[in-house]
Nanobody
Framework: QVQLVESGGGLVQAGGSLRLSCAAS????????MGWFRQAPGKEREFVAL????????YYADSVKGRFTISRDNAKNAVYLQMNSLKAEDTAVYYC??????????????????WGKGTLVTVSP
């Protein structure tokens, strides 16, 4: 069982930056792939970024590639999402998620097992 708590959301102007953090419980954090997803008002939740348990491979949605960076610190049981050059269309609730323990994710396979409650990011035009 993994518990996830996101932080770092807020209001920012277009072109600005935010860094989201996700704190995870448990002793086996390093064995989980970690991802960020988002859900905009009136839309379905969508994939944003994923980092595999070894940290060596990362995947991004086309809409955020080159602007967002996912990283992890296994010593702190934390995963981060650095968001730069934010746009109004990035406005959403951002969710941290953990995959199956020991599972290595390939591009396009983003089914996750554990979810945080989300943090709201609002980007003003």
């Amino acid at each position: 069982q993994v518990q996830l708590v996101e932080s770092g959301g807020g209001l920012v102007q277009a072109g600005g930056s935010l860094r989201l953090s996700c704190a995870a419980s448990g002793r086996t954090f390093s064995s989980y792939a970690m991802g960020w997803f988002r859900q905009a008002p009136g839309k379905e939740r969508e994939f944003v970024a994923l980092i595999n348990w070894g940290g060596g491979s990362t995947y991004y949605a086309d809409s955020v590639k080159g602007r967002f960076t996912i990283s992890r610190d296994n010593a702190k049981n934390a995963v981060y999402l650095q968001m730069n050059s934010l746009k109004a269309e990035d406005t959403a609730v951002y969710y941290c998620a953990a995959g199956g323990i020991g599972k290595y994710y390939l591009p396009g396979d983003y089914g996750m097992d554990y979810w945080g409650k989300g943090t709201l990011v609002t980007v003003s035009p």
